[in-house]
């Protein structure tokens, strides 16, 4: 005689719960704090320590999606040694006081980030072969001040062009200028290098790889270090690399550049390094860019005197950099 079924013959088939596994993922509580000082082809060369060899290492896993530049503080795991052959980790990347970026152009909003964590950008000008390009000084400003970076002017080749000219255009913005020269003396520009991080970024041509061989004697010994730990044999120039100055702070040196897209710029960054100038931008209309809108903040204070007509003129050809290329 047949049974009466009830709900205990359902036969269910095991699968997912409702609630989701979780994955356990290790704390790393044990990493060891590093600085990347170059990046080739998704290898990072680390600084671990002062005096500690430099170790190769790519992203883990969960950093897959991070951005990582010369100038992050990250944190590795792994075979730490130096040795040939040897690979760590990177498990994390410190939050970034700085970071220098540009885009492809002034259309792209992707940003690429070049340089993170540095204190000063350094634009290196010839000022003849090949003449200075202002709009593209002007454009590295922007970047800097919207990175957070502070910009030091310097102009090479002083032994062949007056610099007056150039330091006077740049005056009134109130950024540090220094001239060098073949073998002249480098004091004024070491001072302003010194404990710390300093990028320097440049037209192709104008000097700055002999500068930064000036200024650290055995950059090529130590590029080349770099250059066998990562296992890649490319030419200085054209990766960013930091290196060491002798007696204290760090040179970041950087590939010649042709362009500078500012895609990804924060009109309001810019603009809070006028810090005289901000008040003045307060009673202005929503969206106003301060440079072409009507009834802007800037041209009132000018016109009673809360503003001086020189720092605005100045800013207003920085924000102009944004629209014209370099």
Same mark, same amino acid.
């Given at each position: 005689?047949?049974?009466?079924?009830?709900?205990?013959?359902?036969?269910?088939? @095991?699968?997912?719960?409702?609630?989701?596994?979780?994955?356990?993922?290790?704390?790393?509580?044990?990493?060891?704090?590093?600085?990347?000082?170059?990046?080739?082809?998704?290898?990072?060369?680390?600084?671990?320590?002062?005096?500690? @060899?430099?170790?190769?290492?790519?992203?883990?896993?969960?950093?897959?999606?991070?951005?990582?530049?010369?100038?992050?503080?990250?944190?590795?795991?792994?075979?730490?040694?130096?040795?040939?052959?040897?690979?760590?980790?990177?498990?994390? *990347?410190?939050?970034?006081?700085?970071?220098?970026?540009?885009?492809?152009?002034?259309?792209?909003?992707?940003?690429?980030?070049?340089?993170?964590?540095?204190?000063?950008?350094?634009?290196?000008?010839?000022?003849?072969?090949?003449?200075?390009?202002?709009?593209?000084?002007?454009?590295?400003?922007?970047?800097?001040?919207? %990175?957070?970076?502070?910009?030091?002017?310097?102009?090479?080749?002083?032994?062949?062009?007056?610099?007056?000219? /150039?330091?006077?255009?740049?005056?009134?913005?109130?950024?540090?200028?220094?001239?060098? *020269?073949?073998?002249?003396?480098?004091?004024?520009?070491?001072?302003?290098?010194?404990?710390?991080?300093?990028?320097?970024?440049?037209?192709?041509?104008?000097?700055?790889?002999?500068?930064?061989?000036?200024?650290?004697?055995?950059?090529?010994?130590?590029?080349?270090?770099?250059?066998? /730990?990562?296992?890649?044999?490319?030419?200085?120039?054209?990766?960013? /690399?930091?290196?060491?100055?002798?007696?204290?702070?760090?040179?970041?040196?950087?590939?010649?550049?042709?362009?500078?897209?500012? %895609?990804?710029?924060?009109?309001?960054?810019?603009?809070?390094?006028?810090?005289?100038? /901000?008040?003045?931008?307060?009673?202005?209309?929503?969206?106003?860019?301060?440079?072409?809108?009507?009834?802007?903040?800037?041209?009132?204070?000018?016109?009673?005197?809360?503003?001086?007509?020189?720092?605005?003129?100045?800013?207003?050809?920085?924000?102009?950099?944004?629209?014209?290329?370099?």
């Amino acid at each position: 005689m047949a049974r009466e079924l009830d709900e205990d013959d359902v036969r269910t088939r @095991p699968g997912r719960g409702s609630r989701p596994r979780t994955r356990l993922r290790p704390d790393h509580a044990d990493a060891a704090g590093a600085v990347v000082v170059a990046v080739d082809r998704g290898r990072y060369t680390c600084r671990p320590a002062a005096g500690a @060899p430099f170790v190769a290492a790519v992203r883990g896993g969960s950093m897959r999606r991070t951005s990582v530049v010369v100038g992050d503080r990250v944190e590795l795991v792994g075979d730490l040694s130096g040795q040939p052959g040897s690979l760590a980790r990177i498990v994390r *990347r410190d939050e970034r006081s700085s970071l220098l970026r540009r885009t492809a152009d002034d259309t792209d909003p992707v940003e690429r980030p070049i340089v993170a964590n540095a204190d000063l950008l350094v634009i290196v000008c010839a000022l003849t072969d090949p003449p200075p390009r202002t709009g593209l000084i002007d454009r590295c400003l922007v970047a800097a001040y919207d %990175g957070g970076l502070t910009p030091v002017l310097c102009l090479t080749k002083a032994d062949l062009a007056d610099p007056g000219p /150039v330091r006077e255009s740049y005056q009134p913005l109130g950024l540090p200028v220094v001239t060098t *020269r073949p073998g002249g003396d480098l004091s004024p520009l070491l001072s302003l290098l010194q404990d710390a991080t300093s990028v320097f970024f440049g037209h192709s041509g104008v000097g700055k790889s002999t500068l930064v061989n000036r200024l650290v004697p055995d950059a090529d010994q130590a590029i080349g270090v770099v250059n066998a /730990v990562t296992g890649r044999g490319r030419h200085t120039s054209s990766a960013a /690399v930091a290196l060491e100055l002798p007696d204290g702070g760090t040179v970041v040196d950087t590939p010649g550049i042709r362009s500078f897209g500012l %895609g990804a710029v924060q009109l309001n960054r810019v603009l809070l390094a006028f810090d005289d100038l /901000v008040a003045a931008t307060a009673d202005c209309e929503p969206g106003c860019d301060h440079l072409t809108s009507p009834d802007c903040g800037l041209d009132e204070a000018v016109r009673h005197g809360r503003a001086d007509p020189v720092r605005v003129e100045s800013l207003r050809r920085l924000l102009a950099a944004r629209v014209t290329p370099g």
